[in-house]
């Protein structure tokens, strides 16, 4: 990807109102990137297309800086034009058309960085970091706002074949991008890490994904288990639960909630064969335990 940017006139006058005093297109080394894009990333997130359209203003101006190693502290280039580009034949595993943020960035030839333009000629500096803040992180499966409505779908689980993931929306500001051997670190906000290699990226991805339905397989398994105990134990507390009602009331829970459930009922009706036909007469010795699951 990384490939000199012909400097001609038009584009030295939007990379000039950066710039303390004009340069020439001799002075300047400029060079395309790709900051982020939507397709769903290794932590389960994406960001959405409208996202990504608002980070294509905010990323304007920033600095990009190098492996945050301070000897390089010097070496920075600086975005001076960015827009989101959509390659229509190209759909992502949510299935949107593939949108990226590509942004075309300058830094000055200088010998102190000579070394790196090499580099980046070379296409050896690919990965790139970047660093915003967002507003709202929506659930894919309902669309809800997960900091202000929890909704239970879990990221990584798939509903109805479609994998659940975070989508980040509404970015409020955009920190800084960097080549990257080790992401940036931001005390606020979301850090992205992009690589220009998607092979590499989505062959990741499926394997995380593999590994985490196999999790989430056995996890099913042994929450169905559970399910089921928790049904014939409900058969043996007093008052009978139906059902229909106890599945309605284990559907959402988590592996630990019917766990403890299942204990709780355990012990309960282990203590109601050793008081028999007492509880019928005296509900009330119920144990406080058991009140919190009547329905
Ligand atoms: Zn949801």
Redesign the pocket.
Known sequence: MQKELIMDEAELIKLNRFTRTPVTAEQVYAFPVVLCDNETDRDGERFSIAALEKLSQLFVGKTGIFDHDPKSSKQTARIYDCETVTDSERVTSAGEPYTCLYAKAYMMRTDSNRDLIAEIEGGIKKEVSVSCSVGRKL?S??G?DRSEHP?G?IKGRRYDGKLCCDILDEPGDAYEWSFVAIPAQTAAGVTKRFSETPADTSEEISRLEKRLSIALEAEEKACDMLKREIISLSFMTRPIMAVEAVKALTERMSFDELASLRDRLKKQSLASCDEGSELFEKPDRQSGANSSFKL
């Open positions: 659930c499966v309902c809800s909704c779908h």
